[in-house]
Protein backbone atom coordinates (compact mmCIF):
# COMPACT_ATOMS: atom_id res chain seq x y z
CA UNK A 1 0.00 0.00 0.00
CA UNK A 2 3.38 2.50 0.76
CA UNK A 3 4.12 2.13 -2.58
CA UNK A 4 0.70 2.78 -4.12
CA UNK A 5 0.63 5.81 -1.81
CA UNK A 6 3.77 7.35 -3.41
CA UNK A 7 2.34 6.95 -6.53
CA UNK A 8 -0.77 8.30 -6.67
CA UNK A 9 1.02 11.09 -4.82
CA UNK A 10 3.41 11.48 -7.78
CA UNK A 11 0.73 10.90 -10.28
CA UNK A 12 -0.67 14.32 -9.03
CA UNK A 13 1.94 16.25 -8.27
CA UNK A 14 4.80 15.60 -11.31
CA UNK A 15 2.67 17.96 -13.78
CA UNK A 16 3.04 20.81 -10.82
CA UNK A 17 7.04 20.16 -10.03
CA UNK A 18 7.92 19.80 -13.85
CA UNK A 19 6.24 23.08 -14.37
CA UNK A 20 8.35 24.81 -12.10
CA UNK A 21 12.12 22.90 -13.03
CA UNK A 22 11.58 20.05 -11.13
CA UNK A 23 12.97 16.62 -12.46
CA UNK A 24 12.94 13.30 -10.63
CA UNK A 25 16.22 12.52 -9.22
CA UNK A 26 15.69 8.94 -7.56
CA UNK A 27 12.62 6.63 -7.23
CA UNK A 28 12.53 3.70 -5.30
CA UNK A 29 10.62 1.46 -7.57
CA UNK A 30 13.27 2.02 -9.95
CA UNK A 31 15.80 -0.33 -7.83
CA UNK A 32 15.54 -3.67 -8.10
CA UNK A 33 13.28 -5.59 -5.94
CA UNK A 34 15.62 -7.87 -4.35
CA UNK A 35 18.05 -4.59 -3.63
CA UNK A 36 14.99 -2.36 -1.65
CA UNK A 37 13.46 -4.78 1.14
CA UNK A 38 14.44 -2.46 3.53
CA UNK A 39 14.40 0.73 1.75
CA UNK A 40 10.93 3.13 2.62
CA UNK A 41 9.07 4.36 -0.30
CA UNK A 42 9.88 7.56 -1.42
CA UNK A 43 11.07 9.54 -4.10
CA UNK A 44 13.49 13.04 -4.77
CA UNK A 45 12.98 15.74 -7.06
CA UNK A 46 15.21 18.69 -7.64
CA UNK A 47 15.22 21.62 -9.76
CA UNK A 48 19.32 22.31 -8.93
CA UNK A 49 18.78 24.35 -6.41
CA UNK A 50 16.08 22.78 -3.76
CA UNK A 51 15.17 19.20 -3.32
CA UNK A 52 12.17 17.80 -2.40
CA UNK A 53 11.63 14.37 -1.31
CA UNK A 54 8.43 12.28 -0.64
CA UNK A 55 8.70 9.68 1.88
CA UNK A 56 7.27 7.19 4.09
CA UNK A 57 8.05 7.38 7.60
CA UNK A 58 8.70 3.58 7.63
CA UNK A 59 8.92 0.32 5.53
CA UNK A 60 7.28 -1.72 8.20
CA UNK A 61 5.88 -0.64 10.93
CA UNK A 62 4.81 3.08 9.91
CA UNK A 63 4.29 2.88 6.52
CA UNK A 64 0.88 4.95 6.12
CA UNK A 65 2.93 8.02 7.90
CA UNK A 66 4.05 9.92 5.05
CA UNK A 67 6.21 13.23 5.00
CA UNK A 68 7.57 15.92 2.31
CA UNK A 69 11.15 17.31 2.83
CA UNK A 70 12.49 20.45 1.64
CA UNK A 71 16.09 20.68 1.74
CA UNK A 72 16.29 18.02 4.46
CA UNK A 73 13.69 19.87 6.40
CA UNK A 74 10.31 18.46 7.26
CA UNK A 75 7.70 20.50 5.86
CA UNK A 76 4.65 18.22 6.63
CA UNK A 77 3.51 14.81 7.90
CA UNK A 78 0.10 12.78 6.79
CA UNK A 79 -0.75 9.67 8.24
CA UNK A 80 -3.64 8.14 5.36
CA UNK A 81 -4.73 5.27 7.34
CA UNK A 82 -8.55 6.72 7.92
CA UNK A 83 -8.02 9.00 5.01
CA UNK A 84 -6.41 8.76 1.87
CA UNK A 85 -7.91 11.58 -0.08
CA UNK A 86 -7.43 13.78 2.65
CA UNK A 87 -3.85 12.93 3.20
CA UNK A 88 -3.32 12.95 -0.68
CA UNK A 89 -4.74 16.97 -0.98
CA UNK A 90 -2.46 17.96 1.87
CA UNK A 91 0.59 16.31 0.09
CA UNK A 92 0.04 18.08 -3.11
CA UNK A 93 -1.31 21.43 -1.82
CA UNK A 94 1.90 21.71 0.19
CA UNK A 95 4.07 20.53 -2.66
CA UNK A 96 2.11 24.09 -4.80
CA UNK A 97 3.34 25.85 -1.73
CA UNK A 98 7.01 25.02 -2.13
CA UNK A 99 7.08 25.61 -5.49
CA UNK A 100 5.01 28.57 -5.89
CA UNK A 101 5.50 30.43 -2.34
Same mark, same amino acid.
Given at each position: ? !? &?? $?? @? *?? &???? @? #?? /?? !? =???? %?? $??? %??????? *??? /?? +?? +??? #??? *?? &?? %??? !? &????? $????????? =??? %??? @?? =???????? !? /??? /?? @??? *? #?????
Amino acid at each position: M !A &QF $FL @E *KT &QKLS @E #SI /LE !A =NGYN %KT $FDN %KDIPHDE *KED /LT +AH +AIY #SNG *KN &QI %KIS !A &QDWRD $FYFIYFIEL =NGK %KVV @EV =NYINNIDG !A /LKI /LV @ETI *K #SIVNP
